[in-house]
């Protein structure tokens, strides 16, 4: 099976003003969020990329532009992949939507909130793992490719590998420009790593030997074992 890299855009503009960007056009990156995407070219130099899927926000896109020139690659937009569409929300201060009785739903009982004029976060979760399964099952099984999306999209991805109810996936963290792995295999995924902001790539390799769907019993005893098993 192909292995994925869940990348999260770089620190947007909307990040640093505390705002919530949703889908307002042309929100791209600050300045940290730039030295955080040209970043990117090295810290994955040394693993094979077949493909880069994007979301149609531009600090998505803009993100990958220089890992994607660097590669030669013509990144693959994905509407599925798009932000949270957070309605009235958008464009409000986090701040200020603390107070809003929907936060506590948010954090608390994920699965059960709608934003005002925009969408569920259960909506959310099943049209982006539709779209993620779909481009794995694209892909060579000796691949990598990479997705990059948006925190609470990448973190929806992930309950669902972790075979967590959305309930729980306001316990995962996902940083700007962080990277999550995901390897999915016949019969379940496997989480390689979660908001990984190093440099360390071992994960990331295509496995050396054919992928199985079992786990190791008694534990891995490390990134080769597990690539085996």
């Not at 493909?51 to 990144?75: F, K, W």
């Not at 963290?173 to 390689?192: A, G, I, K, N, Q």
Request: proline share 5%.
């Amino acid at each position: 099976m192909a292995t994925l890299i869940l990348l999260r855009h770089a620190r947007s503009a909307a990040n640093g003003a505390g705002t919530l960007a949703g889908r307002t056009p042309g929100v791209g990156l600050d300045e940290t969020g730039v030295t955080q995407a040209a970043g990117l070219v090295g810290r994955l130099a040394g693993v094979p990329l077949r493909e880069i899927v994007v979301s149609p926000m531009q600090r998505c896109q803009d993100t990958v532009a220089g890992l994607a020139a660097q590669r030669e690659l013509s990144p693959v937009v994905e509407p599925d992949l798009a932000e949270v569409d957070y309605g009235e929300w958008t464009g409000r201060k986090i701040s200020e939507l603390a107070e809003d009785a929907l936060w506590k739903v948010v954090q608390q009982h994920p699965s059960a909130a709608v934003f005002p004029g925009g969408e569920g976060l259960a909506q959310v979760q099943a049209r982006a793992v539709a779209a993620v399964r779909a481009h794995d099952r694209r892909m060579a099984a000796d691949s990598v490719w990479l997705a990059c999306t948006h925190g609470d999209v990448i973190k929806a991805v992930l309950a669902d590998a972790l075979g967590m109810h959305l309930d729980a996936f306001q316990r995962i963290m996902v940083d700007p420009c962080s990277v999550s792995v995901v390897r999915y295999t016949e019969t379940r995924p496997f989480v390689l790593k979660i908001n990984d902001t190093g440099s360390d790539v071992s994960g990331l390799l295509p496995p050396s030997d054919a992928v199985k769907s079992d786990a190791v019993v008694g534990g891995s005893t490390g990134a080769a074992e597990a690539e085996r098993s």
